[in-house]
C-alpha cells in the first residue's frame, strides 16, 4: 500500500466568512494556512482565491500569483491549483491560471451538477459581508457547468502545460465521463480522482456511497490502474470517510474548504489542526504519512521546478 497522501484544502469558494472566525481570506492568510498545513502532514495542498477585502471567491491572476508563490518560496508541498472557482464564473476565468502557472495539479471537475448551498440561509440571519447571501441564495437555481466541451478544454491545457489533472468526482457518472474522455485519449496515466462527497446535488458521505465509486473506479480502469482520494464534506464525514481511505489504500483531503470543526461543536482554528487530526488517524491504522517527494513519485507529477511561478 503506497503511503497516504493528505491534501489540505485550506479555504475554497464554499463556505462563506460568516459560518467560521477561523477561514483564511488574504493571500497572506491563505499561504501561511498553506505552510503550516504542510509542516503539520499535508502533501498537496489545494488552493482557491479569495478578494482580501470581504472574501469573496475571485479569480484574479494577481491574486493567485501572490498566494502560489509565497507557498512555493517557503515549502516544497505540491500545489494544486483550482479551476472549480467560485458560483458565476465562467470556465475561461476557472482555467486561465494552468497556461499562465502551469502548476503541478490542478482540479478537474468531471461532470455538470446542482450544487446547493442555499440551505444555509436558514441557518444564518445576519451576515459579516454584503455578498454573502445573495451568494448562497444564487445556488437555489446554480447549475456547475462542467459541459463535454468544457471538460476536453481543461484535458487539452492541462496536457500542453504539463498540469496533471486531480479528476473531481461528485458522483459516479462522472467517473463514466473520465472514462469516456480516456477512451479517446484525452487523458494520461496515472489517473488521479477524487471522490467528492456530501455536496447537495452529489453523491452522500456514506460507506455504501463511497465504495460503489471505488468498486466503479476499479471496473473502469482497473484495480490498482489509478490513485484515489476522498473527501468527506462537513464534519464528521471528513475523518470518518478519511479513515475509511487510509484502510483501503486511498488517499484523503482534510481543510476549510470542506469542513471547518476538528470536533463535535468545536471550530479547528487553523488547517493545520484538520491535518494533524487525520495524520493522527492514519498513524493509529498503521498507514504511512507520504511526503511531498514521495507524493510525486506516486503521482507521476512533473515537478516543483518546473512550474512558471
Known amino acids: 500500500m503506497d503511503k497516504l497522501i493528505i491534501t ?104 455538470s451538477m446542482n450544487f446547493g448551498l442555499y440551505p444555509l440561509l436558514e441557518k444564518y440571519k445576519e451576515f459579516k459581508f454584503p455578498w454573502e447571501k445573495p451568494y448562497l441564495e444564487l445556488t437555489r437555481n446554480f447549475i456547475f457547468a462542467n459541459t463535454f466541451a468544457d471538460l476536453e478544454y481543461i484535458c487539452k491545457i492541462a496536457r500542453e502545460n504539463g498540469t496533471k489533472p486531480e479528476h473531481e468526482m461528485y458522483d459516479v457518472g462522472h467517473l463514466y465521463n473520465t472514462k469516456f474522455l480516456f477512451d479517446k485519449g484525452l487523458l494520461d496515466r496515472p489517473l488521479h480522482m477524487q471522490f467528492v462527497t456530501g455536496v447537495l446535488g452529489g453523491i452522500q458521505s456514506t460507506l455504501d456511497d463511497l465504495l460503489h465509486m471505488k468498486k466503479t473506479a ?32 486511498g488517499h484523503v483531503r482534510v481543510g476549510m474548504e470542506d469542513n471547518f470543526r476538528i470536533r463535535k461543536g468545536e471550530y479547528a482554528k487553523s488547517n493545520a489542526e484538520l491535518v494533524e487530526k487525520m495524520v493522527r488517524i492514519a498513524k493509529d491504522l498503521d498507514r504511512d504519512i507520504a511526503s511531498p517527494d514521495e507524493a510525486r513519485a506516486i503521482l507521476g507529477l512533473k515537478g516543483k521546478e518546473k512550474v512558471n511561478f
Open 8 to 111: 489540505a484544502a485550506v479555504t475554497g469558494s464554499v463556505h462563506i466568512p460568516t459560518q467560521t472566525p477561523y477561514l483564511p481570506l488574504t493571500p497572506k492568510e491563505i499561504a501561511d494556512e498553506s505552510v503550516r498545513s504542510a509542516e503539520a502532514g499535508a502533501a498537496i495542498v489545494h488552493i482557491h482565491a479569495r478578494d482580501p477585502k470581504d472574501g469573496r471567491p475571485c479569480s484574479a491572476l494577481e491574486v493567485f500569483q501572490e498566494i502560489i508563490t509565497s507557498i512555493k518560496e517557503r515549502s516544497d508541498v505540491i500545489i494544486c491549483i483550482s479551476t472549480g472557482g467560485g458560483a458565476g464564473m465562467s470556465i475561461e476565468e476557472r482555467t486561465r491560471t494552468i497556461p499562465v502557472f502551469k502548476p503541478e495539479m490542478a482540479s478537474c471537475n468531471m461532470g
Open 218 to 249: 476499479d471496473k473502469l480502469f482497473g484495480e490498482n490502474q489509478h490513485t484515489w482520494s476522498v473527501i468527506g464534506a462537513g464534519y464528521p464525514a471528513e475523518f470518518h470517510l478519511g479513515a475509511i481511505a487510509a484502510m483501503l489504500g
